[in-house]
């Protein structure tokens, strides 16, 4: 399933053009718009970019399209480079769009594209492949920094057809995390009297009728269209995830975020990101005002070792910082004084210090919490969503103490720290697929366990093949018992990957090792040998209800399986 966008039904839609939409923006806007892809356009080109603009300018078209199998007649054509450029595809793309678009803007050189691809152009070469594009059915124009100003380009559009107000944007970025705060927040916020909606992992939509969507953060014309979709139901906040590729690529740029949360950073992307310094710059985009200039606050987890970036972001661009911490001893603005966990929830004493004067008129305060989600990072979690609601109520009286009264209704997100019930034993599904997420979740239910802690898991193919001894070794070092298996293999052997993850592993380890390449087979089995008092994680996939091999999604969903294998072992 796709996320749900506003497809404006073509026989209502007004024609527009790049000068109107430019000239009904608001000025700020329009100012910036006039400007960017002029000098865009005049970077590529000695040629004036007012004078290309103007080319194109009055040429009227329907709307906006990144995928060419989506192109209509008339519609424009964004031509982007991916992470791993195919110039040979992307020719093919230029030249199947100019057969409808009204007008094409490449972030790509179409003299290069047009020219045999891959092969770098000569000086006669250029001549020829200008001519070609000139005998284009449309108009080409090259617009290398396009992703600077692409979002705010198209929610022109969309507001040009009809001025709707946008939902005030939380965006939350992290390694983990991210999933279960936006939840939370638009739940938090929801249960304070705004509207809410929530866009990322687990689906997009109003709480309660959430589509699954393909990518955590979608792409720049995605992201847009579900913004303005939530204006137009009327949604007063917006929870979103925003992923390190979704950053580095500017998928969120003219996205209103006023609050930004940073949670964590694990060993995770490294088949993208070049180390984890890299990974952790992508991270700071979200706190820095000259890519999201609605930014008020930032809430930041001090506890995590790569958080000084963030904060050095945050603070350089004069945004009021507020911190969280699960340490007694720190110094912050959020502080888990005390926690006590349970398997039916926990209770915190959460210890506030606000800096300024934005919420009330609280300085220092005790605030007792009862929450219903399981685990200690659910703790941190539930803290940064409180003060994403907290910010946001700020204007409104909502104090922290009548958000910490709303807690007790909460819901984990689905997927995450899932129990799914049974006569004995206890059974828990959830998303944990990095080494520091699943050595988390390990380390939350092992204070509970009376009995064996086991942990079902694999890692995924086409993916940073050195994160798989750690998954093994965070699941051996956390869990009594482990079960190997796969998890979406895709285009690679499970047994291969079995194979990497088993490195370094000691002759006792494997003696605690069961591997079982079939994922269902893996959790029949840690559901006929389980205990009792056992307690089993069904770690890696959470929320997903499907298994990809061979680039072939196969209906799979781990909650599903868990309840048939408990049945059939009469544990239900």
């Not at 006669?124 to 290398?144: F, H, K, R, T």
Request: some cysteine; overall charge negative.
């Amino acid at each position: 399933m796709t996320m749900p966008t506003l497809s404006p039904n073509s026989a209502t839609v007004t024609t527009a053009t790049l000068q109107q939409l430019i000239h009904t923006s608001d000025n700020r806007l329009a100012q910036q718009l006039t400007a960017m892809i002029a000098a865009s356009v005049q970077q590529a080109s000695s040629q004036s970019g007012a004078d290309q603009i103007q080319s194109i300018a009055h040429i009227p078209f329907q709307q906006f399209q990144l995928d060419s199998r989506q192109l209509s007649n008339n519609d424009v054509f964004i031509l982007l480079k991916s992470h791993n450029p195919n110039y040979q595809k992307s020719r093919n793309y230029l030249l199947q769009a100019a057969e409808k678009a009204a007008f094409v803007l490449s972030e790509m050189d179409p003299a290069a594209l047009i020219s045999e691809a891959n092969t770098p152009l000569k000086m006669d070469g250029e001549s020829n492949a200008q001519q070609q594009l000139a005998a284009l059915p449309c108009p080409i124009l090259y617009v290398p920094n396009i992703r600077d100003f692409l979002g705010s380009l198209i929610q022109a559009y969309l507001q040009y057809q009809q001025p709707v107000t946008l939902p005030k944007v939380v965006a939350v970025t992290g390694t983990n995390g991210k999933t279960t705060i936006s939840q939370l927040v638009a739940q938090l916020t929801q249960l304070t009297g705004m509207s809410s909606a929530v866009m990322g992992t687990a689906g997009n939509g109003r709480l309660g009728a959430l589509v699954q969507a393909s990518h955590t953060t979608g792409d720049a014309l995605a992201v847009q269209q579900f913004l303005y979709q939530m204006g137009t139901e009327n949604a007063e906040i917006l929870a979103l995830e925003a992923s390190s590729h979704g950053l580095d690529q500017q998928r969120l740029q003219g996205v209103p975020v006023s609050i930004a949360i940073y949670t964590n950073l694990s060993r995770d992307h490294l088949d993208y990101h070049a180390d984890m310094e890299e990974y952790a710059s992508a991270k700071a985009k979200l706190f820095d005002k000259a890519h999201f200039p609605d930014l008020t606050h930032a809430i930041i987890n001090v506890d995590d070792e790569h958080a000084q970036i963030m904060l050095d972001t945050a603070t350089a661009s004069d945004l009021t910082v507020w911190t969280y911490s699960l340490e007694p001893a720190t110094s912050a603005t959020f502080v888990a004084a005390d926690i006590e966990p349970s398997l039916q929830g926990v209770k915190i004493s959460l210890r506030t210090d606000f800096n300024d004067k934005t919420v009330g008129d609280e300085k220092t305060d005790i605030i007792e919490i009862v929450s219903p989600l399981v685990g200690r990072f659910n703790v941190a979690n539930l803290i940064a969503a409180m003060a994403a609601a907290a910010a946001l109520g700020a204007k409104s009286d909502i104090s922290t103490e009548h958000i910490a009264t709303t807690v007790p209704k909460l819901q984990g997100a689905v997927g995450r720290m899932q129990r799914v019930p049974s006569n004995d034993g206890c059974f828990i599904v959830d998303y944990a697929h990095t080494p520091d997420a699943l050595s988390q979740v390990l380390a939350s239910l092992k204070t509970h366990c009376k009995g064996q802690l086991w942990a079902v898991f694999g890692c995924g193919g086409d993916r940073d093949a050195g994160k798989r001894p750690l998954m093994a070794q965070a699941g051996l070092t956390g869990a009594d018992q482990v079960v190997l298996t796969a998890d979406n293999p895709r285009t690679e052997d499970p047994n291969a990957i079995l194979q990497d993850m088993q490195a370094g592993m000691s002759a006792e380890q494997y003696q605690r090792t069961h591997i079982e390449p079939a994922r269902q087979k893996a959790i029949e089995y840690a559901v006929s040998q389980a205990g009792p008092d056992d307690i089993v994680v069904i770690a890696g996939k959470g929320h997903e209800t499907y298994q990809e091999i061979n680039n072939v999604r196969y209906d799979f969903d781990d909650r599903v399986i868990l309840q048939q294998a408990l049945a059939q072992a009469g544990r239900i």
